[in-house]
Every structure is written in C-alpha cells, then in structure tokens.
C-alpha cells in the first residue's frame, strides 16, 4: 500500500515548530550567558560561554549536550513564574526532539516518526519456526539500514558546529568523552548527588536506572554478536544450553533491561511536569515500552521455550525487536547517539584556546 505523502501544511508547521524552539533556546541562553549562575553545573553552561549569539546550530549542538538534570531549573531565579521563563530543560527537550527529525536520514522518515501461534517444538527450536536464513534476511537490512542513517545524521550533526573533523585527532579529547558518556557523569546533578525527578530533592535513580538499561542492552547485543560468531565460525548452531557464553549475556543483559526500563517507566511518569516537552511523551514512553518488551520476551522464550507458548513468544519478541530496529534513528534511542557526539565536540572544544575577548 502506498504511504500517503505528508501534507504541505504539516511540513510547514513542523519547520514552524523548529524553528519557534530554536528561537527560544536562543532567547534563554542569552539570559543565562549574562547570569552565569549555573556555570559549574554541567558541560552546558561553559560552553555556552564560547558564544555571543546562538545560531540554530548552535541550539542544536547544546541542547543535545544537556542531559536534562534539572538542576538549572532548580536553581534559576529567573525560572517561572518570574517574566523572563526560563526553563532551559523544556526548552533544550524542544530541541532535540527537533533534531532527530532535522538531521535524519533519509529526511522524509525523519518526519514519520509457519505453524501456529501456540504449541509445542521440539527442543525449543526457534529455527522450527523461523529458519534462520529467514530471520537473517529480515532483520540484517533493517538492522544495517538503521547503523546507516543514525551514522549520516550524526554526521551531518557534526560538521554544523566547529571544532571539525581535524580535532578527531586528539587521543585525551575522545577518552574524556568516553568516560564522560559511559559514566553518565552529567546525571549527577553537577554535585555528585544525583538530578531532580519529581521535585527538589536529589536523587541517583536516574542515572541508576539509564546505566542498568544501558548495559544491560549491550550485553543482549553482545550476546547475539557471540552467537552469531558461534554459528557462523564455529558452526555450532542454536539453541545454546543455560552454562554458555550466548545465554549467560542473554540472561543476564535481559535481567537489567527488564529492570532498568521499568525503573525509567516509573521515573518518567513521576517526573516533574516543568522538566519535560509534553509532546515527547509518546516518543519517551514508547521507548521505553519497546525496550521493556524486547527484554520481557527474550527472557520468557528462554525460561518457556519448550512449553506451547514458544511460537506466540518468537513472535512477540522478533516482533519488538523489528520495530525496536525500524524506530533507532527516527525515535528516543537517538538521544543516545547524539548526546555522545556532543559530548566529544565538547571534550574537544574544552582543549581549544577561547576565541573570545573580555571586551566583546
């Protein structure tokens, strides 16, 4: 069936929308670059210190440089209900939700946003069900094809703010990123105590609760990445018995995807309504639910697989799973790609000599 082209109004509204949001962001940084109450906070406010006027680049690269602690918004004097507004989370979420759409790759997308389901198989054998040529040719071009267009975002992201490509070379610059970017050094609030949730008390379960996700998804792609090794160099095929490589990543990456999305479920539904862009809540949450049952049903095909619920369970997974892969460039998975990459353009521009003046 042939998708219905998105009207010309809609794309005039969303362009509208970006560049409302930009503007805004302008508008508060200015405040704050006066102010610089918060300058110690985070990476946000020194490098925001660099500039004099925040062009629509410039917007971009900060606001996926913010990791939304609230801890500006907590200690701003000229946060609402003051007249100047200043709410720099909602206004840098604004943003980039923005530029997931304005830098995705192909552009249009980026405004998109056998046998039967129940009964036994013989020694839970998933390829009983799905051959495994067949699950290779589905899911490695959709797999790919998402690498690709994250990987062309990221870098049409890049080159819109100096310091460029000629800085990759800085060895110390990538390691800080590194570091910075694994350890989510910025959900702690610039003190070490942790970020605000739900109100004005400090707290660790954010940055927590991201790490165990985090992780615990890169020990489940791990996992696959040693089984495919397995059954393609070693020739041992699946399924994997409970003591192997394979299932031992597999479980216990399931484990804390399992937990850490629910714990982000309960931390997003609880966080505090002047930290957050409404409008992303659909993207947010829809995340987090994918993950959640990508996790859920890895886990219970490995505890049921040889009971009639295996086929609805492959199913169920293989289903998430695709459209887990179908949303990574366009959905809140980029946020991750993104903020790494701004992370290193910081870590890079940090080293570099400022280029303003005390008089300008």
Not at 128 to 145: C, E, K, T, W
Not at 174 to 180: I, L
Not at 184 to 204: F, I, M, S
């Amino acid at each position: 069936m042939q998708r219905e082209p998105v009207p010309l109004m809609e794309l005039v509204r969303q362009a509208q929308a970006e560049a409302d949001g930009v503007a805004e962001v302008a508008r508060q940084l200015q405040i704050c670059n006066a102010c610089r109450y918060c300058e110690g906070f985070c990476a946000v406010f020194p490098a925001m210190t660099r500039r004099l006027a925040f062009e629509p680049a410039d917007a971009h690269y900060l606001a996926n440089l913010c990791h939304n602690c609230g801890a500006c918004l907590h200690a701003c004097q000229y946060a609402p209900p003051h007249e100047f507004a200043v709410n720099l989370p909602r206004a840098m979420a604004q943003v980039r939700g923005s530029t997931y759409q304005h830098f995705a790759w192909p552009q249009p997308l980026g405004a998109a946003r056998t046998g039967s389901l129940w009964g036994s198989v013989a020694a839970g054998n998933f390829y009983a069900i799905f051959p495994h040529g067949l699950m290779v040719s589905l899911f490695a071009p959709v797999f790919a094809f998402a690498l690709l267009a994250l990987g062309v975002g990221v870098a049409r992201f890049w080159r819109t703010v100096s310091p460029g490509d000629a800085a990759l070379s800085s060895a110390p610059a990538v390691g800080e990123a590194v570091h910075d970017a694994l350890r989510l050094k910025y959900l702690d609030g610039g003190h070490g105590q942790g970020c605000h949730n739900e109100d004005d008390a400090w707290t660790l379960s954010r940055r927590r609760m991201h790490h165990l996700t985090f992780y615990g998804f890169a020990l489940c792609f791990a996992s696959t990445s040693v089984a495919t090794l397995y059954h393609y160099a070693l020739g041992w095929p699946a399924p994997y018995g409970w003591t192997s490589l394979p299932k031992l990543l597999g479980m216990t990456g399931g484990l804390m995807l399992v937990a850490g999305t629910a714990g982000l479920w309960r931390l997003r539904r609880r966080r505090h309504a002047a930290h957050v862009e409404p409008t992303q809540a659909a993207m947010d949450l829809g995340f987090i639910a994918l993950l959640f049952l990508t996790g859920a049903t890895g886990l219970l095909l490995a505890l049921l697989k040889t009971t009639p619920a295996l086929p609805l369970l492959l199913c169920t997974h293989l289903g998430a799973v695709m459209a887990l892969f179908l949303t990574l460039p366009y959905g809140k998975f980029a946020h991750g790609v993104y903020r790494a990459a701004a992370l290193l353009k910081w870590s890079v521009e940090r080293r570099q000599p400022l280029a303003l003046s005390i008089g300008e």
